[in-house]
């Protein structure tokens, strides 16, 4: 063989080569990709197999118990006007104040429901270092379907209302001098957080049973909830209000009662079954309690 096709001969040989590992290793890559491909089909049709099967554990299985307070009343009086809750309706301020009768005076920082507004839900609480006292719940206020619900008398516990009573805000006692205003949790740490209770108007409101809370969402917890519900089983009427914590930012999970629309009136820890709602009657024309309308029932 000449020297000229010595030549061509190595400098050919090695794209011939190339040419044929390209076409195998193609080959090889659809193979690869069909194979791929149906892993990750069958393992899509497990997860939602295990989902499915293990929905009671992680959504909320007694959304059919509680399903009646999503259909619209039969009648709705007059006097009550719904309203969509859907703005963050708290306000801070600071000052040198009294929580409990007898401790002194501290700095406290609030946080309050706006005027004719209580609270339906919230965000995670967070802290419990020393019981209820050392809970911190991020309250979620909606505004109320009348304005004679709540009286000007106003109470501050650790834990639960009085009866008859409703939170309307939170207060965190200690050195707050240096805190901002939204920074709340860090003002609390030391003397403890509390709830305002505000009194309703009880010649014509009271509240029906106690009931716990549930978790709506995702959120990081070493407690287990008794309950967990998906953000949408919320009423739209209540849900862009619930764990709003600013103009444009939401909680990614919070609490809210077993049948929405309920009022909060205390706290027993930080978890969410842990929180304790009532929901709210007034006195009919018929003389029968019934209860109160308390935001719109859209669709």
């Not at 118990?65 to 719904?82: D, M, N």
């Not at 995670?124 to 505004?143: E, L």
């Not at 709003?244 to 919070?254: A, F, I, K």
Request: with cysteine.
């Amino acid at each position: 063989m000449s020297r000229a096709n010595d030549t061509f001969y190595y400098r050919t040989k090695p794209i011939e080569i190339s040419r044929m590992n390209i076409r195998r290793g193609l080959i090889f890559s659809v193979r690869e990709l069909r194979t791929t491909m149906f892993s990750a089909t069958m393992f899509s049709v497990g997860v939602s197999i295990s989902l499915f099967l293990a929905a009671p554990a992680f959504c909320d299985s007694s959304m059919a118990e509680v399903g009646a307070v999503f259909s619209e009343p039969a009648h709705i009086p007059s006097h009550f006007q719904p309203k969509r809750c859907e703005k963050l309706a708290v306000y801070s301020e600071r000052r040198v104040s009294t929580l409990i009768e007898g401790e002194g005076e501290f700095e406290v920082l609030y946080r309050l429901c706006e005027a004719d507004h209580a609270v339906y839900g919230s965000a995670k609480p967070v802290g419990a270092r020393f019981g209820a006292r050392g809970v911190q719940v991020p309250i979620s206020c909606c505004p109320l379907p009348a304005d004679d619900i709540l009286s000007d008398v106003h109470t501050y516990v650790d834990s639960e209302c009085p009866d008859g009573s409703v939170v309307t805000g939170i207060a965190s006692k200690g050195n707050c001098s240096h805190v901002p205003l939204l920074r709340i949790a860090r003002c609390g740490r030391d003397e403890g957080f509390f709830v305002r209770c505000t009194k309703l108007r009880t010649e014509r409101y009271r509240l029906a049973a106690e009931e716990y809370g549930v978790q709506w969402g995702i959120t990081t917890s070493e407690y287990a909830e008794k309950k967990i519900v998906l953000r949408k089983t919320i009423p739209s009427g209540i849900r862009s209000g619930i764990g709003r914590t600013g103009q444009y930012l939401w909680s990614l999970g919070g609490c809210i009662a077993l049948t929405p629309g309920s009022l909060m009136v205390g706290k027993l820890g930080k978890r969410c079954h842990d929180l304790r709602f009532r929901k709210l009657l007034y006195l009919g024309d018929e003389g029968e309690w019934k209860a109160v309308p308390m935001f719109p029932y859209e669709q």
